[in-house]
């Protein structure tokens, strides 16, 4: 089974610039998850999709964060304009369902905002 | 919102030392709880995962974790710890009902001497 498919691994960028990531989830999952993990810390949720709907983006600063799942597969995570404080690794994860079911991570994209 | 603690962020040992890495969540309610962990230059994997039944679990690589619900804890411990165990470790709680988010602790680095 193949896992979860993040592009770009590894990106670097200067500040008030944009990046997007790509994310393609396990083949089946319908809910698909976006983390931020800061160095030093755990992951943190960005935006969780059901299909191709929102279940929960409270902790997206949506002034400069958006992501979408248009057909309910793949996902892409945008930031426009990057700041200093955004630089943190990207973690895509998908499961199954909703509830409470094993979370799959991929590899992460590993953001640098200079 | 839920909140997990994990302390004792960086831990140095022996390979055959005893390993028991502590996490306490802040949650009232019934809580699904998970340890991942994340070897060096791979992405973040499911260690071991409670729902309900023995509070005792057993995941891979001879790890297991103690569901303790008065003390809010799950903690995690292997008997003899490899080399290969060198890693990060992180707790992570989701609440059975509401929000439904999964929340890490800050993690473990672990590593492991020969």
């Known amino acids: 089974e193949a896992g979860v498919a993040q592009s770009p691994r590894y990106k670097i960028i200067e500040k008030r610039q944009s990046v997007a990531f790509w994310c393609n989830p396990i083949s089946g999952h319908a809910t698909l998850y976006w983390y931020q993990q800061i160095l030093g810390q755990g992951p943190k949720l960005l935006i969780q999709?059901?299909?191709?709907?929102?279940?929960?983006d409270s902790q997206l600063p949506k002034d400069r964060f958006s992501a979408e799942r248009l057909k309910g597969v793949d996902s892409t995570l945008k930031i426009q304009p990057a700041k200093l404080e955004d630089s943190a690794v990207y973690l895509c994860?998908?499961?199954?369902?909703?509830?409470?079911?094993?979370?799959?991570f991929g590899p992460g994209t590993r953001l640098t905002v200079l | 919102a839920q909140s997990v603690s994990q302390h004792n962020h960086h831990v140095i040992l022996s390979e055959a030392a005893s390993l028991e890495l502590g996490c306490n969540y802040s949650y009232g309610g019934t809580v699904n709880l998970f340890w991942y962990v994340q070897y060096p230059g791979q992405h973040l994997q499911l260690l071991l995962k409670y729902f309900s039944g023995d509070p005792l679990v057993k995941g891979i690589k001879g790890f297991e974790a103690e569901f303790i619900k008065s003390k809010f804890s799950f903690n995690l411990r292997k008997p003899s710890v490899q080399w290969s165990d060198t890693a990060e470790y992180f707790c992570a709680v989701k609440p059975y009902y509401g929000n439904n988010r999964l929340a890490f602790g800050k993690g473990n680095q672990v590593v492991v001497i020969p």
């Open positions: 994860a998908s499961s199954p369902t909703q509830g409470g079911d094993t979370q799959y």
């Open positions: 999709f059901q299909n191709n709907g929102v279940v929960d």
